[in-house]
Each structure stands twice: as structure tokens, then as C-alpha cells.
């Protein structure tokens, strides 16, 4: 089993910054890729961001490429996600989810955080 909590989430103004934040728990947490989704009220949840069990390979939505960093240090299983340039239509919910392979749909998913909630303001 592996526990995921997110944090980091609030109210920023468009144009701004915020850094996310996912601790893992469980022996195997390590072994895991880790991932970002989000989902906007009334949409379906979309994949954001993704890393590789040992950070070597990173994969994003093209609509975030160059804007999101996604990484990882496994000595605090913890995964982040550094979002700059926000947009007021990227206001969600953005949940922190593990894979056992480099994966981009949810159903492909073995576990998922509760969510942490992004707000930006026009």
C-alpha cells in the first residue's frame, strides 16, 4: 500500500508561482512512477505531469510544457510540482497519483492522494 498527501495549494493571481508538494508513505513508495492530474470543476480529471520511479525521465501535457517542473527525492519520498506563468483556467483540484510504468490515464493509476486545491484569480 502506498499513502500519497498533497499540499501546497491556495490563491495565487495570474502570472504567479507555486510549488506542490506529495509525501508517499509505504515501504514500496520509492518504486513507483508519480504523477500530477488535475480537475477543474465540471471537467474530467487530466493528466499534468509525470516522473520515472528514479527521476531520470519527466513527461508533461502540452498545455503545461515549459511552465511545470515536475521532480522527485526519493530520500523524502516526495514528489513536486513547480508551477509558474499560472492561468486562471488551470483552477483545480490537483491530485498526486502512483503507477507501477510511465503512465498518462487515470485508470492506469494504482493509488491517488486526496487533492490539494489551486486557485487563480484573474
Known amino acids: 500500500q502506498v499513502q500519497l498527501v498533497e499540499s501546497g495549494g491556495g490563491l495565487v493571481q495570474a502570472g504567479g508561482s507555486l510549488r506542490l508538494s506529495c509525501v508517499a508513505s509505504?515501504?514500496?513508495?520509492?518504486?513507483?512512477?508519480m504523477n500530477w492530474f488535475r480537475q477543474a470543476p465540471g471537467k474530467e480529471r487530466e493528466f499534468v505531469a509525470g516522473?520515472?520511479?528514479?527521476?531520470?525521465?519527466?513527461y508533461y501535457a502540452d498545455s503545461v510544457k515549459g511552465r511545470f517542473t515536475i521532480s522527485r527525492d526519493n530520500a523524502k519520498n516526495t514528489v513536486y510540482l513547480q508551477m509558474n506563468s499560472l492561468k486562471p483556467e488551470e483552477t483545480a483540484v490537483y491530485y498526486c497519483?502512483?503507477?507501477?510504468?510511465?503512465?498518462?490515464?487515470?485508470?492506469?493509476?494504482?493509488?491517488w492522494g486526496k487533492g490539494t486545491l489551486v486557485t487563480v484569480s484573474s
Open positions: 497519483a502512483a503507477s507501477p510504468f510511465e503512465r498518462v490515464r487515470p485508470s492506469s493509476m494504482n493509488y
Open positions: 509505504g515501504r514500496t513508495a520509492s518504486n513507483y512512477a
Open positions: 516522473i520515472s520511479w528514479n527521476g531520470a525521465s519527466t
